[in-house]
């Protein structure tokens, strides 16, 4: 069965970095691509970015001077790290893997970052 | 970057109407095998996000017929058919054919 789950932590101070991981499992990193997508309260989805399966990265413009995406395959695992959090980084993060024909099929259960001091 | 655009933020229906949803395309999202890369996404009360629609027009496996996904190019449209009350949720579209990804603003279908 295929799952994703995130984990990290529920509030971060603004100026500082924010940390989460994704732990797959049912499928392989080296197969199929994980992306970020968060959503701010009361907001659409916005795309963050993307490891892809080759091991290569791709970010949103808006974001990819903050933002790190980086992967454990042997532990099945996929990192963001994002620096220089503001207030409207407050989201909920979801990673998510697409089929073979470019859609998600596959999302976690998403994790709630507020940013706050 | 694509830049998807969905008009409507809101949309506001009755249950048993039908009901368009539209999403433009700042280039087109035809790629070379002939597919176009738009898929539709609803999202629910509970946060959950479930694709609907890939290749602008295939339905994901379980998707009711009366979710119907056409359009070409740049313009691409959701259509429901006889809207159920389990249908008022947003609709979100997203465009995969190059990289950065991005999805459209969406739209919340509501009741009337």
């Known amino acids: 069965e295929v799952q994703l789950k995130e984990s990290g932590p529920g509030l971060v101070q603004p100026s500082q970095t924010l940390s989460l991981t994704c732990t797959v499992s049912?499928?392989?990193?080296?197969?199929?691509?994980v992306h970020w997508v968060r959503q701010p309260p009361g907001k659409g989805l916005e795309w963050m970015g993307v490891m892809w399966s080759g091991g290569s990265t791709a970010y949103n413009s808006a974001l990819k001077s903050r933002l790190s995406i980086s992967r454990d395959t042997s532990k099945s695992q996929v990192f963001l790290k994002m620096n220089s959090l503001q207030t409207e980084d407050t989201a909920i993060y979801y990673c998510?893997?697409?089929?073979?024909?470019?859609?998600?099929?596959?999302w976690g259960q998403g994790v709630m970052v507020t940013v706050s001091s | 970057q694509i830049m998807l655009t969905q008009q409507a933020e809101s949309l506001w229906i009755s249950p048993g109407e039908r009901v368009s949803i539209t999403c433009r395309a700042s280039?087109?999202?035809?790629?070379?095998?002939?597919?176009?890369?738009l898929s539709w996404y609803q999202q629910t009360p509970g946060q959950t996000t479930k694709a609907l629609i890939y290749?602008?027009?295939v339905r994901t496996d379980g998707v009711p017929t009366r979710f119907i996904g056409s359009g070409s190019g740049t313009e691409f449209t959701l259509s429901i058919e006889h809207v159920q009350p389990e249908d008022f949720a947003i609709y979100y579209c997203?465009?995969?054919?190059?990289?950065?990804?991005?999805f459209g603003g969406g739209t919340k279908l509501e009741l009337k």
């Open positions: 998510t893997r697409p089929t073979g024909s470019n859609y998600f099929d596959y």
């Open positions: 997203l465009q995969t054919l190059k990289s950065p990804w991005t």
């Open positions: 290749h602008a027009s």
């Open positions: 280039q087109s999202l035809l790629y070379t095998d002939g597919k176009h890369y």
């Open positions: 049912g499928f392989s990193l080296t197969d199929y691509s």
